[in-house]
């Protein structure tokens, strides 16, 4: 009767905008006005194959009329970098792997326990919320002797406490979410969402995140990986001219009031982004895209004074698809990049593929295969693109280097119920002899790898 969900296992949890409680998934910037507001979930089962950001235990969410509750309690063993005495934490893996002997040192080295509830309110238009949980640790965790760390997090606990809301007036949605970890600092993020017409949409968002703020589930968005550190005001534009035309972006101006990785003043940056999509037909659609962004990092020569330099990125990319039939369609990128630093020369990066994709609408097998092409410097020229995956999983590497990239994935129904996935992937470099570095490190040119994924249903 009142009882909505219970999960007993694995599950993720989302509210609000982020800042105090979202595991699982969550996406930042993008060229769709919906992604600066995030749609919590709430309580959902854990099916990604991703190895750390879900909690293992139990939850539910209990409804009575207007509120909404959802308790929720996680024992889970992590893994965990320790001090040379064992009585420390000095960093947490995140891929979950334990092949070398330092790998396997670090296997289910901590344990975390995680406890809290949220509690929302729903009138018409109107949803407000708080959560408060607290996360412990069998042992302290030491936040590292570099002075950009002063403010990070150190002990064995942490209180979060959180509140937000989100509002429909007309055709203007407001959202926002207030954070605090206990003893320490806020988080407060803010914005807008509204139809100015029935052809121009538009957000605006501004964010506060103090240097001192911590949360080990924070996903809200930023330009950093954490919201903690950072100032900014974001805003986007959506403009359908007509059923063929359409124009997306944004602007994004942010500072970070404290020092950074190889950042050791305080610093600023913004970022533009434009998108214009042209859809002949329903088969057919080009889009191009423009990326523009500057950030600050430590002086790279060897200057006295020191101080930072500006870094300059930008992104020129093109895109089509076409369905081909019921069953094919053909997806081409061409992605180009520029990196430039202080004084220093610019470097220019490449990449292009060809995607074939088969999704028939009755049939036991379905795939896609891609092959691409790429050409960059190195590292700071990189270009990241989303790759398909086998179920519940997903990759964007970072094409860098120059070589070639092909993929293939597959899935089979042989029966109802059962699903069969398979991925094999191939990365070819013409310019290394060897890939990857430590104990990753392969001699030759060539890596590949291969994923198999059975699924049983009932």
């Given at each position: 009767r009142f009882v909505r969900k219970l999960v007993v296992g694995d599950y993720a949890l989302q509210f609000g905008q982020g800042l105090t409680m979202w595991s699982g998934l969550g996406f930042g910037k993008g060229a769709g006005l919906t992604t600066a507001a995030k749609q919590a979930w709430g309580l959902r089962p854990y099916s990604s194959v991703n190895e750390s950001s879900f909690l293992r235990g139990t939850s539910a969410t209990f409804g009575f009329n207007r509120i909404v509750l959802t308790p929720f309690i996680s024992f889970k063993k992590l893994d965990a970098n320790l001090s040379e005495d064992g009585n420390e934490i000095k960093s947490f893996p995140l891929s979950g792997f334990h092949r070398t002997t330092?790998?396997?040192?670090?296997?289910?080295?901590?344990?975390?326990?995680?406890?809290?509830?949220?509690?929302?309110?729903?009138?018409?238009?109107?949803?407000?919320?708080?959560?408060?949980?607290?996360?412990?640790?069998?042992?302290?965790?030491?936040?590292?002797?570099?002075?950009y760390k002063r403010f990070d997090f150190a002990a064995n606990s942490l209180t979060n406490v959180g509140f937000y809301y989100n509002y429909t007036f007309r055709n203007t949605y407001f959202f926002g979410e207030g954070a605090h970890s206990l003893s320490s600092g806020t988080a407060l993020l803010g914005g807008l969402m509204s139809s100015l017409s029935s052809q121009v949409s538009g957000v605006i968002l501004y964010r506060n995140y103090a240097r001192n703020y911590h949360s080990f589930f924070n996903q809200g968005l930023a330009e950093s990986t954490n919201a903690a550190n950072e100032k900014g005001f974001y805003t986007g534009i959506n403009i359908k001219f007509n059923a063929k035309f359409e124009l997306a972006g944004y602007f994004d101006f942010f500072r970070f009031p404290w020092l950074k990785f190889?950042?050791?003043?305080?610093?600023?940056?913004?970022?533009?982004?434009?998108?214009?999509?042209?859809?002949?037909?329903?088969?057919?659609?080009?889009?191009?895209?423009?990326?523009?962004?500057?950030?600050?990092?430590?002086?790279?020569?060897?200057?006295?004074?020191?101080?930072?330099?500006?870094?300059?990125?930008?992104?020129?990319?093109?895109?089509?698809?076409?369905?081909?039939?019921?069953?094919?369609?053909?997806?081409?990128?061409?992605?180009?990049?520029?990196?430039?630093?202080?004084?220093?020369?610019?470097?220019?990066?490449?990449?292009?593929?060809?995607?074939?994709?088969?999704?028939?609408?009755?049939?036991?097998?379905?795939?896609?295969?891609?092959?691409?092409?790429?050409?960059?410097?190195?590292?700071?020229?990189?270009?990241?693109?989303?790759?398909?995956?086998?179920?519940?999983?997903?990759?964007?590497?970072?094409?860098?280097?120059?070589?070639?990239?092909?993929?293939?994935?597959?899935?089979?129904?042989?029966?109802?119920?059962?699903?069969?996935?398979?991925r094999y992937a191939l990365l070819s470099y013409s310019d290394q002899e060897t890939v990857g570095s430590g104990y990753d490190?392969?001699?030759?040119?060539?890596?590949s790898d291969f994923k198999l994924q059975l699924r049983f249903q009932f």
């Amino acid at each position: 009767r009142f009882v909505r969900k219970l999960v007993v296992g694995d599950y993720a949890l989302q509210f609000g905008q982020g800042l105090t409680m979202w595991s699982g998934l969550g996406f930042g910037k993008g060229a769709g006005l919906t992604t600066a507001a995030k749609q919590a979930w709430g309580l959902r089962p854990y099916s990604s194959v991703n190895e750390s950001s879900f909690l293992r235990g139990t939850s539910a969410t209990f409804g009575f009329n207007r509120i909404v509750l959802t308790p929720f309690i996680s024992f889970k063993k992590l893994d965990a970098n320790l001090s040379e005495d064992g009585n420390e934490i000095k960093s947490f893996p995140l891929s979950g792997f334990h092949r070398t002997t330092a790998e396997r040192l670090t296997k289910n080295s901590a344990n975390q326990v995680v406890y809290g509830i949220n509690s929302s309110y729903t009138k018409g238009d109107l949803t407000a919320g708080i959560t408060a949980y607290k996360t412990q640790f069998d042992k302290a965790i030491t936040k590292g002797n570099s002075f950009y760390k002063r403010f990070d997090f150190a002990a064995n606990s942490l209180t979060n406490v959180g509140f937000y809301y989100n509002y429909t007036f007309r055709n203007t949605y407001f959202f926002g979410e207030g954070a605090h970890s206990l003893s320490s600092g806020t988080a407060l993020l803010g914005g807008l969402m509204s139809s100015l017409s029935s052809q121009v949409s538009g957000v605006i968002l501004y964010r506060n995140y103090a240097r001192n703020y911590h949360s080990f589930f924070n996903q809200g968005l930023a330009e950093s990986t954490n919201a903690a550190n950072e100032k900014g005001f974001y805003t986007g534009i959506n403009i359908k001219f007509n059923a063929k035309f359409e124009l997306a972006g944004y602007f994004d101006f942010f500072r970070f009031p404290w020092l950074k990785f190889r950042v050791d003043a305080p610093s600023q940056g913004h970022e533009l982004l434009s998108q214009m999509s042209y859809s002949l037909n329903k088969k057919f659609k080009i889009t191009g895209r423009l990326r523009l962004q500057q950030k600050e990092e430590n002086s790279s020569g060897k200057n006295i004074t020191g101080g930072l330099e500006s870094v300059e990125k930008h992104n020129y990319r093109i895109e089509l698809i076409y369905k081909a039939s019921n069953s094919f369609s053909l997806r081409n990128r061409v992605e180009m990049t520029s990196y430039k630093k202080g004084l220093a020369s610019k470097e220019f990066g490449f990449l292009g593929y060809q995607d074939v994709i088969y999704n028939p609408l009755s049939s036991r097998f379905s795939g896609n295969v891609r092959f691409a092409i790429f050409d960059t410097p190195g590292f700071n020229s990189r270009i990241y693109a989303y790759e398909n995956d086998v179920l519940y999983s997903y990759s964007v590497p970072a094409y860098q280097g120059r070589g070639l990239r092909c993929y293939v994935n597959a899935r089979f129904t042989p029966r109802r119920g059962v699903d069969l996935w398979a991925r094999y992937a191939l990365l070819s470099y013409s310019d290394q002899e060897t890939v990857g570095s430590g104990y990753d490190m392969i001699t030759g040119s060539k890596r590949s790898d291969f994923k198999l994924q059975l699924r049983f249903q009932f």
